[in-house]
């Protein structure tokens, strides 16, 4: 069996890939430096800004690249499959849109596929007689105002435009139409549509076609944003769930939801139903109300004695500790704040079901209160970031180069520290769902855990902090500042610092925090954690941040404050053998 001191080695170690953002880590910069090279930032779009974080396993397709790919694959079929665009097209329907699984079904038994799309190896003609009999109404008609598919039963117009329409108006179902026919079960293609149907019913057709390939297509969703008209296709197996549309949503691949890592589906779906079933009602009215004794309504008591009334019409009159009627209760009893018969039958174990229960809702209450409220915040302050990210980039860019002489390609180090605060107030509020399901017996991993979510806190606060606050001081200067570089450099570094501690916190619970085993104690991980941000590298060479103290309630850091100092210029914590800040190069005083 290892010794201890092997455990607490190897405990070291993970924490060395924790923490360094080394190849184990998540999305750590090959290019460090190229956070701080400011002044090539040429792209207008914020969304580029963020390209050189991951590698996107997604493309998004809008209504026209959508019908570009479509008619691709349509063409890419009907050559070589040699027959028709329309048969193509209802060919890729009936096998949801997959070229590959067209080809292999074609060649594998092109007669059963023939059967089951509704196409005849031979395409039969109408009577060439001068007047065909219609099989719907029955009407003779002259030949060249009949029309018929492949199978060759003629139907005139009229009855061929009302049963398109009819089917078009059904809905979807319309793209596998048949041959009016009830014994055949010829296909009716695109072709017969664009002939036969109206204008209005041509384009609900195609807008079925449109959608078709999106819905059918496994490889393919809808942005479920409300308005959206965009479409997302992703590469399976690639890593991280996430999407982000360029409508500005963000949501998971699996499940549809809003982006939640790092929590998976599961959990997002547990904690979605929780907010919004009624258990936590009927939790809070067990532990702060009590029954009627008379009526059985629930009352809150909030304030007062314990005299209480019931509201009209019942009116009864009872304590509020043993729930007996006031008339026997007075000055023997105990007075208006204090009840003898309940003291009395509370030792003797009479009302111990009754506090237990009322005690187990209080605390799961107040439980499910803490984390749903801190998750709330942190959501509310997304949004408010986001407000304040887009009045940045609609005028306050363009204020700011005015009032600094330097043009807005050098100022979108602002945009990318916000685009980093949006982010990161997402990955903060879901850590309140994973905290809260995360079980109450592993001591250690919950220790843990609440200590990497603290500093994520108090890193995250810092950038904000800065991004906001320090960054109003610039928009109502009257004229170039001086320590502008100096504030350029302090906001890269801190954006740099919290993007790389929640890509490594990321990865820490999606992996169950298996880093910290049962063995592990709360004073081991905080010794190694904080050892590696004062003395970490990561692949850029630059200095791990050490954290403000944790607002998770951690008490002990493992951190000797006369062996570091704090950078004036970007907050980083160095050792104190250390002459200049080893992320922004600034002297030591």
């Not at 496994?218 to 997302?232: Q, S």
């Not at 009352?299 to 008339?327: A, D, R």
């Not at 407000?387 to 043009?407: A, F, Y």
Request: aromatic letters at 10%; one cysteine or more.
């Amino acid at each position: 069996m290892d010794s201890e001191d092997d455990m607490h080695d190897a405990n070291d170690s993970a924490d060395d890939d924790f923490y360094s953002g080394g190849e184990a880590g998540l999305a750590a910069s090959d290019d460090g430096d190229a956070d701080y090279d400011f002044a090539d930032h040429e792209s207008d779009d914020s969304a580029e800004l963020l390209s050189h974080r991951q590698q996107q396993n997604y493309c998004i397709l809008s209504e026209a690249g959508i019908k570009q790919r479509q008619e691709d694959d349509i063409n890419r079929v009907s050559t070589v499959l040699s027959i028709t665009k329309s048969q193509a097209c209802a060919l890729l329907r009936s096998y949801n849109w997959s070229v590959s699984k067209v080809h292999d079904e074609w060649f594998a038994d092109e007669e059963r596929v023939r059967n089951v799309v509704g196409f005849p190896e031979k395409c039969i003609e109408m009577p060439n007689d001068r007047e065909l009999t219609c099989g719907i109404c029955f009407e003779s008609c002259r030949r060249a105002s009949m029309s018929a598919a492949a199978c060759g039963h003629p139907f005139c117009s009229t009855c061929w435009r009302g049963y398109i329409s009819t089917a078009i108006n059904d809905g979807p179902g319309c793209l596998m139409l048949r041959c009016p026919d009830p014994s055949c079960a010829a296909a009716v293609g695109q072709d017969m549509i664009n002939l036969l149907a109206d204008d209005e019913d041509k384009e609900k057709y195609g807008r079925y076609l449109c959608r078709s390939y999106i819905e059918d297509n496994r490889k393919t969703k809808w942005c479920p944003a409300p308005g959206c008209e965009y479409a997302v296709e992703f590469v399976m197996g690639s890593g991280s769930y996430d999407v982000n549309c360029n409508c500005s949503h963000g949501f998971c691949w699996n499940c549809t939801e809003e982006a939640h890592r790092p929590v998976d589906c599961a959990t997002v779906s547990k904690w979605i139903l929780k907010n919004s079933a009624e258990s936590e009602n009927m939790n809070w009215i067990l532990a702060n109300s009590k029954p009627c004794p008379k009526c059985k309504r629930p009352i809150e008591k909030n304030q007062g004695c314990m005299h209480i009334t019931c509201t009209p019409p019942c009116k009864f009159e009872f304590c509020w500790l043993c729930l007996g009627s006031w008339s026997e209760h007075g000055e023997r009893t105990g007075g208006f704040y204090a009840c003898n018969r309940y003291e009395a039958a509370r030792q003797e174990g009479a009302y111990d079901e009754s506090e237990r229960r009322r005690e187990m809702a209080k605390n799961s209450l107040e439980r499910y209160t803490h984390y749903y409220e801190r998750w709330a915040a942190n959501q509310s302050s997304r949004h408010k970031a986001l407000g304040d990210l887009q009045s940045l980039q609609n005028d306050k860019l363009e204020k700011l180069s005015d009032i600094q002489s330097q043009p807005e390609s050098q100022l979108k180090f602002i945009i990318e520290a916000w685009l980093q605060i949006v982010e990161c107030r997402r990955v903060l509020k879901w850590t309140y769902a994973y905290g809260y399901y995360l079980p109450e017996h592993e001591h250690a991993k919950r220790q843990f855990f609440e200590y990497l979510q603290g500093e994520a806190e108090s890193g995250l606060e810092r950038l904000h902090q800065c991004a906001e606050k320090e960054l109003q001081i610039y928009l109502e200067a009257e004229s170039p500042s001086k320590d502008f570089n100096e504030f350029r450099t302090k906001l890269a570094g801190l954006t740099s610092v919290t993007r790389n501690y929640f890509e490594n916190l990321v990865r820490a619970l999606e992996t169950g925090l298996n880093d910290v085993g049962p063995s592990t104690s709360h004073s081991t991980v905080i010794k190694s954690t904080s050892s590696k941000n004062l003395g970490g590298k990561s692949k850029s060479g630059k200095n791990r941040a050490s954290s403000a103290s944790s607002k998770s309630g951690s008490s002990s850091r493992g951190v000797d404050d006369s062996n570091i100092w704090t950078c004036d210029q970007c907050t980083y914590i160095n050792p104190r053998s250390a002459k200049t800040c080893q992320a922004c190069d600034h002297q030591h005083r």
